[in-house]
């Protein structure tokens, strides 16, 4: 079983920056892929960035050049980095990771979200 714990959601102006880091804990033999979706109200979930294990990187075209995602492997740890901060950009932001628990098997894990909000 792999859990997933974000931090570094909140309250962001227009224009700011924030953080926000997300651990993975658990039976994990290897990291596949690490990512973060995004879901606004009415909205369906959406991929902000993921990151390979590998380091390999994909972002959504709303976030390019504004996002940056990492990964600190030995911590199993991912981060998002995020300016330019708008205000369609507020939502809870969900951790997803691809683990590998054996040198097989994966599973899928889902964090319970952080919300960010983005206003004056």
């Known amino acids: 079983q792999v859990q997933l714990v974000e931090s570094g959601g909140g309250l962001v102006q227009p224009g700011g920056s924030l953080e926000l880091s997300c651990a993975a804990s658990g039976t994990i033999f290897k990291i596949n892929t690490m990512g973060w979706y995004r879901q606004a109200p009415e909205k369906e979930r959406e991929l902000v960035a993921v990151?390979?294990?590998?380091?390999?990187?994909d972002y959504a075209d709303s976030v390019k050049g504004r996002a940056t995602i990492s990964i600190d492997n030995a911590k199993n740890t991912v981060y998002l980095q995020m300016s330019s901060l708008k205000t369609e950009d507020a939502a809870v932001y969900y951790c997803?990771?691809?683990?590998?628990?054996?040198?097989?098997?994966?599973?899928?894990?889902w964090g319970r979200g952080t919300l960010v909000t983005v206003a004056s």
């Open positions: 990151i390979a294990g590998s380091g390999s990187t």
């Open positions: 997803n990771a691809d683990i590998y628990y054996n040198k097989d098997q994966t599973l899928d894990a």
